[in-house]
């Protein structure tokens, strides 16, 4: 019986112009690595994985296209059906070396966190797809040791949170009917989006804090933003959404405004609003994160007033 092979595509950070080039540096790289085994024989590499106890392999081809996105001098890396670890193993060692591993066949690079499982590594789970389809869901991820599920809608591609609580249920007791509502929740847009989301912390993980508090705004610091006891300074950080990249970048432009400052009584929503107002970005805002440390400033009557620093990631921009 023929072993099947699921295959990723090595992408560097700045371009693959010439992939044996490429495939050498990355070979040599993974030479030096304790965990990894590499035996290389013409334009492939045997990498065995002591992470895995299995071998996986690496090689370079001048042609490949997939549905959506065209590459040229493609570094190939295959893995065997159901051998995740060595995939992850790989995808660890490489991504602070300026490589990322990419799914060709559904379109997105892995994420930096090895404990999120690519679903379409390993054999499918008939029961839990059942569930995911009866809701017009497929699974894409897991976290690993959990039932935390993230999903593309088969409608309109974007990528929900499963209720993890709800999902055990229904898989013990196949006769229940849920409402959609309360079995998953949106949480990106698309693929490329999730992927950039969740490498910044931005995506959540509770399905029932996201359906009761939103997931637009993630507030680190615990000050209340909602309805502020004094004025609070804000130091906005932007950065950009890159679709082709599936990531954020640091922002290229900062909006002149005249204050920075939340008035007594105001909100961070009203803040956002004004930055949406102003016509300055012409895009809109994704999700915001308020970083855990409250710092001060003095006021004309030496009076302490909180800054907070407020990363805005923006979708991409329009020209």
Not at 39 to 52: C, E, G, R, Y
């Amino acid at each position: 019986m023929s072993v099947q092979l699921i295959n990723y595509f090595v992408l560097a950070e700045g371009s693959l112009d010439d992939a044996s080039l490429e495939f050498d540096k990355l070979v040599n790289f993974l030479s030096t690595r304790d965990n990894f085994r590499v035996n290389i024989k013409d334009n492939q590499a045997s990498i065995f994985s002591l992470d895995s106890g299995k071998t996986s392999f690496l090689k370079f081809k001048i042609e490949k296209k997939t549905k959506d996105v065209s590459f040229n001098n493609q570094i190939v890396y295959s893995i065997e059906k159901d051998d995740w670890e060595s995939a992850k193993s790989l995808n660890n060692a490489i991504k602070n070396y300026g490589y990322r591993l990419f799914n060709p066949t559904f379109g997105f690079f892995l994420v930096n966190s090895e404990n999120l499982t690519d679903l379409s590594a390993l054999s499918p789970d008939k029961k839990i797809n059942d569930i995911f389809k009866s809701f017009g869901l497929a699974p894409l991820f897991k976290y690993e040791n959990s039932l935390v599920y993230y999903a593309i809608n088969k409608k309109d591609k974007s990528i929900h949170l499963v209720n993890r609580h709800l999902l055990e249920f229904l898989s013990l007791n196949q006769k229940a009917v849920a409402e959609k509502k309360y079995f998953s929740i949106k949480v990106a847009d698309d693929i490329s989006h999730f992927i950039a989301l969740f490498d910044r912390g931005l995506i959540p993980i509770s399905f029932y804090q996201a359906y009761f508090e939103g997931n637009k705004i993630i507030n680190l610091s615990g000050y209340n933003l909602l309805k502020t006891d004094e004025n609070i300074i804000i130091t906005p950080v932007f950065f950009e959404f890159v679709s082709n990249r599936q990531a954020f970048r640091s922002g290229q432009k900062t909006p002149f405004m005249k204050e920075n400052i939340i008035q007594k009584g105001g909100s961070i929503e009203n803040y956002l609003k004004q930055l949406d107002e102003g016509a300055f970005f012409k895009s809109k805002i994704i999700c915001v994160k308020v970083a855990q440390d409250v710092s001060f400033e003095i006021d004309k009557n030496k009076k302490p007033i909180p800054r907070l620093t407020v990363s805005i990631f923006l979708d991409e921009q329009n020209n």
